[in-house]
């Protein structure tokens, strides 16, 4: 089933004298279920690409279908509301809150979705267990490695129960052991079901997903299926 399509997609930044052709005429199609990762060398364009997807960037021209809507001539608001139940991102660096304890960080989406206390602590309780984080529950961020806030990130992503898992260099801050076990979180996630796109340098990261998409200033240079 396809979830995600992208035709004859654009994206120009900037304007007048000083315009940069991040992405060129990008044709894509994703299914449900897809575990992909998405390479190419820096400022080739995979974030865009990810960032579209993830309808956090506007495309400049061309068409993006979502689930069988055409959501690129949509209001900020409409979108908002079709992003917050489609896509859970995660990112490099985390983007934690550091004041904020392991708990108060995946609440966050949650209290957007107007969930009731009671229910917030049931989904956190049950995902933190899942990934292995029971313990950190009350832990500030600051007291975690790297490999514990990335995986307390990917439980801020999931916490929605998102179709799509977007994920830009998740791995590009870790440790390759850490990194590998940030990974198979990803693969399980897959297995049950999540449609996973991964953003990565990592040529074994990339080695281990069902697709590899490539990604060369601006152009689509590669589309392989792998498993
Ligand atoms: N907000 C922005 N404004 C202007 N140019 C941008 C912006 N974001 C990215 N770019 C440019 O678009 C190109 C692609 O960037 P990006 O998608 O971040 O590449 P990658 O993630 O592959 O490193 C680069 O030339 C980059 O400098
Ligand atoms: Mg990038």
Redesign the pocket.
């Known amino acids: 089933m396809e979830i995600i399509k992208l035709n004859k997609v654009n994206k120009i ?2 304007s007048k004298n000083n315009k ?1 052709a ?1 992405l060129n005429d990008i044709n894509l199609t994703i299914n449900k279920g897809e575990l992909i990762s998405i390479i ?12 579209i997807i993830g309808t956090l960037s506007k495309i400049t021209s061309g068409d993006y279908i979502l689930n069988n809507k055409k959501v690129d001539n949509l209001k900020n608001i409409e979108l908002a509301k079709i992003r917050n139940k489609t896509f859970g991102f995660v990112v490099q660096h985390f983007a934690l809150i550091n004041d904020y304890s392991v708990f108060e960080n995946i609440e966050i989406p949650l209290q957007y979705s107007k969930t009731s206390y009671k229910n917030r602590k049931y989904i956190i309780e049950n995902i933190l267990s899942k990934l292995e984080l029971t313990d950190k529950i009350n832990k500030n961020i600051t007291e975690l490695s790297g490999g514990q806030c990335q995986r307390v990130a990917i439980a801020r992503a999931i916490v929605n129960d998102p179709e799509v898992i977007l994920a ?1 260099e998740p791995t590009g801050a870790l440790d390759q052991k850490t990194g590998q076990n940030v990974l198979d979180i990803f693969k399980n996630l897959n297995k049950e079901g999540k449609t996973i796109i991964i ?1 990565t340098h990592d040529i074994k990261i990339a080695n281990q997903c069902d697709r590899i998409i490539k ?1 060369e200033d ?1 152009y689509l240079k590669n589309d392989t299926i792998i498993k």
Do not use: E, F, M
């Open positions: 930044y900037g940069i991040a190419g060398p820096s400022g080739s364009g995979k974030s865009t690409l990810l960032n830009d953003v990604i601006g």
